[in-house]
């Protein structure tokens, strides 16, 4: 089969390689499309401890079933999936709990296990057994289908950050899955979804795609008495920082009104350090938490309010590249040239 492979830091080539087999109690998929993710792009980058060269990366991920191993009942070929990223061990405290992306572990797709940039990915038992592997339905697209990881991902922070109806809802960061979490927190009873994001190109994108009530270019305009006047000096109820920033989950507090919920949503480089002036969490009774990854259970949800039509996903998707034009796809993701890149081996 073709296939990427991640070499090295900033080396990724295309060739031929065997295609994989199905293990007893795994599976073979055909791969029909595999978004890129913005930690695609910086294990390419910078490496990642989980995930030793040469490897296929890769873990949004949809297509159809080629094979299945001895064992194997729940899934058959020729049917439609898609495969989410994480992948609980099932066996540990958190897994048993139910919070797999808590699995010290830390399987994952496309890290410690084979991703998606590839004509194949192999699927082993584990995952077969306790991974976000979903029957794809049949009003969904493949391309459709692997956006459910990014969407998965959104549930998971917007379960643990509830929108209540009527709550003013602030997101920092207009990446595509920033968007995401503006429209579900939308559908969820926000009554007004403030957007927050430092590139003007980025915020008419999501003005054309109705995104969010108001949009705030923070390179222009101090964020922080925008937020105040949106909310009648009170500040947001919900606030989620979707960017790298150390800056913005600062800010995030002084945006905050009393008993507000904030999520710390999105991952800042390793090794980044960020004062907070806890009088204000003291003070305002804030309640601040994080989310990472999902469950596969997120991934099911995910699916079902696609196939509902509840969440357009179509509309992130701005560009499809092949295979052989992955470090183009990466170059487009890596550009804000457009939201969701998708490459369709």
């Keep these: ?45 910078h490496g990642n401890s989980r995930v030793k060269p040469p490897q296929v990366i890769g873990h949004e991920i949809s297509g159809e ?69 979903h029957i794809l339905p049949d ?11 990014p969407l998965a991902c959104v549930l ?4 643990l950050t509830p929108v209540n109806l009527g709550d003013a809802v602030v997101l920092i960061g207009a990446g595509p899955i920033g968007m995401m979490i503006c429209v579900v927190a939308k559908a969820m009873g926000a009554s007004k979804v403030i957007l927050i994001n430092r590139s003007n190109p980025r915020l008419e994108l999501a003005k054309k795609l109705g995104i969010a009530d108001v949009y705030i270019n923070s ?5 922080v008495k925008a937020v105040l006047a949106q909310t009648g000096g009170l500040g947001a109820d ?55 990854g999902s469950m596969p259970s997120h991934h099911g949800r995910a699916l079902g309010m696609i196939a509902d039509g509840r969440i357009d996903v179509k509309r992130f998707i701005t560009h499809n590249f092949s295979l052989d034009r992955i470090t183009d796809a990466f170059a487009a ?6 939201l969701r890149v998708v490459v369709n081996p």
């Design 238 to 292: 919900v606030i989620l920082t979707s960017n790298p920033s150390g800056d913005s989950q600062a800010q995030s507090l002084l945006m905050a009104k009393n008993r507000a919920r904030i999520n710390f949503f999105g991952g800042l480089p390793a090794g980044t350090m960020v004062t907070l002036d806890t009088n204000i969490i003291h003070y305002k009774e804030l309640m601040i938490t994080g989310a990472h």
């Design 1 to 45: 089969m073709k296939a990427a492979i991640y070499e090295d830091i900033d080396k990724m080539t295309v060739r031929e390689v065997p295609t994989p087999t199905a293990e007893p109690g795994g599976m073979l998929v055909r791969v029909r499309s595999c978004a890129v993710c913005g930690s695609d792009i910086r294990i390419f980058h």
């Design 139 to 149: 009003n969904v697209s493949f391309n459709e289908g692997a956006l459910a990881e």
């Design 156 to 159: 998971n922070a917007l379960e």
């Design 333 to 338: 993701a890596e550009g804000h040239a457009g």
């Design 65 to 133: 079933v080629a094979a299945v191993g001895a064992g194997v009942t729940k899934f058959k070929p020729g049917d439609r999936v898609a495969i989410g990223a994480d992948v609980p061990c099932g066996h540990c405290a958190f897994c048993e709990a139910g919070i797999g992306n808590n699995c010290q572990i830390n399987y994952a797709m496309g890290y410690q296990f084979p991703g998606g940039f590839a004509e194949y990915v192999p699927l082993n038992q584990t995952t077969v057994n306790y991974g976000p592997v």
């Design 219 to 223: 390179k222009e305009t101090d964020a």
